[in-house]
């Protein structure tokens, strides 16, 4: 069991997502960051898909209040348990009674804290997020507060949610370098890959040239819903008028002010602005880590390409998982 | 690889009765592990070993590439002089993605016995800590 001692407004229990549900007027919630929870998740040994708290707003503060195995993943904010240092990327041992406190990040937007066995709250509609539209799924439907004490999953044939590791832990090298994306002489801009969408041939040509050239600026009206972005400006070539239709995370609307908005993963399933692009599934997880001001940069793919993405990102983590595993065995030979 | 490639390779698992052996070349990846049941491996966690009454060395845990500073920080985990507690990440030690630390168990000053970053093997100096 962990106990929430501070927090802010925005902690949430998420797993990967709320998937087949879009029919029912439900989105999908789940993990900003994904890859940093997957990897929390492979660090402790856990099912893939165990919930994890993901946090925001700093600082956050937990007490164990039983023996368990954590992993922090996700913005580095110089963590520490009982006063001592936390490295980012890293799972460990605490003890029952200490306090496992993040502070400010230093790079990156969420951290996520996972517990051996996963945040134990009851799937709803198969998943563990939090559903903030609906306020159900995840801790009581609701961001965590102070007091919340959350159980922690048995894993199956052990009788402590416990693994094993060493107290000092380990971890893995941050997934931004085994997984790079960078763009030549943008080292403060995000990059993010990003597919045409249904309405981008409706959009003027120096418009798609800005789109893809310039830098746009994750504005404060950015959140788990969508990022409000700033930039050029995109000018339609002639006025689009369209139903509402369905939408996933990662769509690119352009309403009529120009400036485009990502919807992300707890927008709702469906809009009615045009669609200027889309960012690949297998880069959510880098806008997942995107700060408020900082400036993310479109890099155009086809179809294949973002599929190759989303096969080396799989791969990268069966590797991943595999190496953890193996050195689980040499641990405990 | 061919079948008697692979056999002396199982041969030289065996004989040096490692845990695991792992070969990589372009577009070829072999892992081998030995017996689960050896039990006579060098004990994994390396006890420090003591120098007089004074000063303790702290050695790689493992075989892999030295990493003093961990990347997503401006400044290594520890420079000579610091004062550390047992307990404390002095480094890692990097293998495939993996980190695995580097750890003092004694309290004292850190004094760094190599100068470059790179491939260290299992046992090698790291660290003095005096007392």
Request: with cysteine; net charge neutral.
């Amino acid at each position: 069991m962990i106990e929430i001692l501070a927090t802010g407004a925005l902690s949430t229990v998420q797993d990967l997502g709320r998937f087949g549900v879009l029919r029912y007027g439900v989105g999908t919630s789940g993990a900003m960051d994904d890859l940093a929870l997957a990897i929390g998740n492979i660090l402790l040994g856990n099912d893939s898909n165990a919930a994890g708290i993901e946090v925001p707003i700093l600082p956050f503060r937990v007490r164990f209040t039983t023996d368990a195995d954590f992993a922090l993943t996700g913005a580095d904010c110089e963590a520490t348990l009982d006063g001592q240092p936390v490295p980012p990327w890293w799972c460990r041992h605490a003890r029952q009674g200490q306090v496992l406190a993040l502070g400010v990040p230093r790079s990156g937007a969420r951290a996520y804290l996972s517990v051996a066995g996963g945040i134990d709250v009851e799937p709803v509609l198969g998943s563990r997020s939090t559903q903030m539209r609906g306020n159900f799924g995840g801790f009581e439907g609701r961001p965590l507060k102070k007091g919340d004490a959350l159980k922690t999953a048995l894993r199956q044939g052990e009788l402590t949610p416990v693994s094993g590791i060493s107290s000092s832990g380990f971890g893995v090298r941050p997934p931004q370098l085994g997984l790079p994306l960078t763009l030549s002489g943008s080292q403060e801009q995000i990059p993010v890959r990003v597919l045409p969408a249904g309405e981008y041939e409706g959009y003027t040509a120096q418009s798609l040239e800005a789109f893809w050239q310039q830098p746009w600026q994750v504005t404060p009206q950015s959140d788990r819903y969508g990022y409000r972005l700033e930039g050029p400006g995109l000018q339609a070539a002639r006025p689009m008028e369209m139903r509402s239709h369905g939408i996933v995370p990662g769509v690119i609307q352009v309403p009529h002010s120009g400036q485009p908005i990502i919807q992300l993963r707890d927008a709702q399933p469906s809009g009615g602005y045009p669609k200027v692009g889309t960012v690949i599934e297998a880069d959510l997880w880098r806008l997942g880590q995107a700060r408020i001001g900082q400036s993310l940069r479109f890099i155009r793919v086809d179809h294949a390409q973002a599929s190759a993405a989303l096969e080396e990102k799989a791969l990268y983590l069966a590797q991943l998982q595999q190496a953890v595993q193996m050195q689980r065995k040499i641990w405990n030979s | 690889m061919d079948i008697e490639q692979l056999q002396a390779l199982v041969t030289l698992t065996e004989q040096g009765r490692l845990a695991v052996l792992e070969l990589r070349r372009p577009g070829e990846r072999v892992r081998l592990e030995g017996p689960a049941h050896l039990d006579n491996r060098v004990e994994a966690a390396l006890p420090t070993v003591s120098q007089g009454d004074k000063t303790a060395q702290v050695m790689a845990p493992g075989f892999g590439h030295l990493v003093t500073q961990h990347p997503l920080r401006s400044a290594p985990f520890v420079t000579n002089g610091n004062v550390v507690k047992p307990g404390d990440i002095l480094a890692l030690i990097q293998v495939d993605e993996l980190y695995l630390p580097v750890t003092s168990q004694d309290a004292g000053s850190v004094r760094s016995l190599t100068a470059a970053q790179g491939l260290v093997g299992y046992g090698t100096p790291l660290f003095e800590i005096d007392a």
